[in-house]
């Protein structure tokens, strides 16, 4: 079994130089894992709706700084809290992740806003790839499935 190690890493180099990797880990060594994604079904008549994720971080950290997917015409990065008992959502530029302080993106939290959404089914899996920044400048794109779930569930 000596000569896995060998055989792997030209196929992840592969993988990296092309973007088709799951996790890319550039020079850095940092790599971001993206877990339990989804995206709440809008109602009917409706284009735009939220989503979350969770993501975890091995090595220094990255900022999340940016989503794209086929289904969507743009994706926003949203916080949301209550000011004067009205829930407010703003974008922002980017969402921190470190290997201390993982990042959840949530309803009624930080989230993903998907607008100019086309018809999505629930239990579709949608791909979405998400654009990481490491601290020294340098991009990694993650892609991760997100499923179509309930606007109740
Ligand atoms: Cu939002």
Do not use: W
Request: aromatic share 4%; hydrophobic share 45%.
């Amino acid at each position: 079994m000596r000569i896995l190690p060998t055989l792997i890493l030209p196929a992840i180099l592969l993988l990296a130089a092309c973007g088709g990797a799951e996790t890319a880990a550039p020079a850095g060594g940092s790599i971001a894992d993206v877990r339990d994604a989804y995206i709440v079904q809008p109602p009917e008549g409706r284009d735009i709706t939220g989503g979350g994720m969770h993501v975890t971080v091995q090595g220094a950290s990255l900022t999340l700084i940016g989503a794209t997917t086929e289904i969507a015409d743009h994706v926003e990065l949203h916080t949301m809290s209550m000011d004067d008992g009205v829930m407010q959502m703003r974008k922002v530029e980017g969402f921190p992740v470190s290997a201390d302080a993982p990042l959840s993106l949530e309803r009624g939290g930080n989230h993903l806003m998907f607008y100019g959404l086309q018809p999505l089914e629930i239990g579709d899996e949608i791909d979405i790839v998400l654009t990481f920044v490491d601290e020294d400048g340098a991009e990694q794109h993650v892609v991760t499935k997100a499923e179509v779930v309930p606007i109740g569930g």
